[in-house]
């Protein structure tokens, strides 16, 4: 069955991906051509290899779209679908999150594999500490999840079978509601978490820059950020609400003497945006004093500026361990791909006092993990990641709970806005070819008329007049079909007519418009894979 499904793959594709051995075309390559002419004394000039390139090329395309014509029922069957392939903190845990995980300056690149992929039309990747997701724009459901699934797999060394247990898998409405509700915070460890919502932003500043994100993904995610907006403005989802910093930060105290969680000494590694809400969580639990590690003064100087209820000294990066072995608890928040910390390090690290609980706090918000799990296992240390964050997100659970019921509300709101955009989407199509074959008779029709009359017989006046009249003629015969062939949407029922009125209209001026879709983007993903 895989055999066969791949084949006709290649088939719709034709070239090379067409499962055809390179040396087995009867054209020689262009470059290889010109070699053997070299060779021989003959020199071409390179306006005919380019032309003779150029040749091969269309016919190449000709060809494919040929081989697309007798395979294209099956991409007739199902339309284009939106989907959304990934895991979270709530499907994976860190270790399988961490080796999936792109950081956000290789979003661009991420999201021009994907849509080189030969069943996505377009794609967008959001990856943050809690999650990594991919959202696609695929030609074919179960191919295009083949596809994204392969990808994932190549990237992370974790074979398919094994990642198919810890992946969801959502499509078209469903998929477009969990963006939503991940945009309004409802997804997230903590309930109504205000950082998520930048993060989404950033995908559609970062898939406008790299061309990936399409009409479609783009549209879905901007509507995402409105419905984020407005759940947070409309409701008091945020009231109280903590971030993963906070809920970071909450848990140390947990953790510490109760005595003593104020007096201990923290360390937080890593000046981003998850550390300064680090230490801004720090001063609203009464904290006087923290250590700062970073790469750079000048981002610390700056936190400093900011927040002057809190003593912030400053260490570089060579300082790190000499500042941890004076912690008694000690955040981490960095882009490091690998373990700042090992066991090792915590071997050597002094031991902490038994005021303290006689144990050094390692508190881990990154992903990739910066400690080790391995330092779990030195008795002098405890690690807790973004995992064990559920031990504090638990309270008030039910009023969270009563929260995310107001927010479902607008949801729903902006799920039904988008799904009316898409669904208008459909019948566009038809409304220009339609009016194509309307303007195509009109014309015909037109210069017969005129040629009757005879040119000297005509002034501009009476031109213009029989060049209105038949375009009023037809305008007034189409109006009723165009009427019909638009809705808002918001009516199911009023919807279903739409579209019936679509396929009638197809068939009855043989407009062959979902055919030509399907031809069109298997062009482009031909063009694509020529280039």
């Not at 499962?19 to 390179?46: F, H, L």
């Not at 973004?386 to 659970?397: F, G, H, S």
Request: charged share 25%; glycine share 6%.
């Amino acid at each position: 069955m895989m055999a066969s499904t791949t084949s006709a793959t290649a088939a719709a594709f034709g070239g090379a991906a067409a499962g055809k051995p390179r040396g087995s075309s009867s054209a020689p390559c262009p470059r290889v051509a010109a070699a053997g002419r070299r060779r021989s004394g003959v020199v071409r000039c390179d306006a005919g290899v380019e032309a003779q390139a150029q040749a091969v090329a269309k016919a190449a395309s000709i060809a494919a779209l040929e081989q697309f014509k007798i395979s294209a029922d099956r991409y007739m069957k199902e339309k284009s679908s939106i989907a959304v392939i990934g895991l979270s903190v709530h499907t994976a845990p860190v270790e399988m999150r961490e080796k999936l995980a792109v950081a956000e300056e290789l979003w661009p690149r991420a999201i021009q594999e994907l849509t080189n992929l030969n069943h996505i039309e377009e794609a967008a990747v959001l990856s943050t500490c809690n999650r990594m997701e991919i959202y696609v724009m695929a030609l074919s459901w179960n191919r295009g999840i083949r596809e994204v699934v392969d990808w994932m797999s190549k990237k992370s060394g974790i074979p398919a079978s094994e990642l198919r247990e810890h992946l969801f898998m959502l499509r078209d409405s469903d998929a477009t509601r969990h963006l939503f509700e991940v945009s309004a915070g409802l997804d997230s460890l903590v309930l109504g978490e205000g950082q998520i919502l930048a993060q989404v932003k950033q995908v559609v500043r970062s898939g406008q820059n790299s061309g990936g994100l399409g009409k479609n993904i783009d549209r879905m995610f901007k509507d995402a950020i409105t419905a984020g907006k407005r759940v947070r403005c409309e409701t008091n989802i945020s009231a109280g609400a903590v971030s993963v910093s906070s809920a970071a930060v909450e848990l140390a105290l947990m953790k510490l003497p109760k005595t003593e969680s104020l007096s201990a000494r923290m360390l937080l590694i890593g000046a981003g945006k998850m550390g300064k809400l680090v230490i801004k969580h720090l001063i609203a639990k009464g904290c006087k004093k923290v250590v700062v590690v970073n790469r750079s003064v000048e981002r610390v100087d700056a936190i400093r500026e900011e927040m002057k209820d809190i003593e912030i000294v400053y260490k570089p990066l060579s300082e790190m361990y000499e500042a941890a072995a004076e912690a008694d608890v000690v955040f981490t928040s960095t882009a490091s791909e690998t373990p700042l910390f090992t066991k090792e390090h915590a071997e050597a690290l002094p031991p902490i006092s038994d005021t303290m609980g006689g144990v050094r706090l390692f508190v881990d918000i990154s992903v990739p993990r910066n400690v080790s799990a391995c330092v779990s296992q030195v008795g002098s240390a405890r690690v807790y990641n973004v995992d064990d964050l559920k031990e504090v997100v638990e309270a008030n659970k039910e009023d969270r709970l009563r929260k995310a019921m107001e927010a479902q509300t607008i949801i729903t709101q902006e799920l039904k806005r988008f799904e009316a955009w898409r669904d208008s989407l459909e019948t566009v199509p038809t409304i220009k070819k339609l009016r194509s074959y309307a303007d195509r008779i009109r014309a015909s029709e037109l210069e017969k008329c005129l040629q009757k009359i005879g040119e000297d017989n005509l002034n501009k006046k009476m031109r213009r007049a029989i060049e209105e009249l038949s375009t009023g003629i037809v305008n007034k015969l189409l109006h009723g079909p165009l009427q019909h062939l638009r809705c808002d949407g918001s009516d199911s029922r009023t919807l279903d007519e739409t579209l019936e009125n679509m396929h009638a209209l197809n068939r009855m001026f043989s407009l062959d418009t979902e055919k030509a879709i399907i031809e069109q983007k298997i062009k482009a993903k031909v063009e694509k894979t020529q280039n």
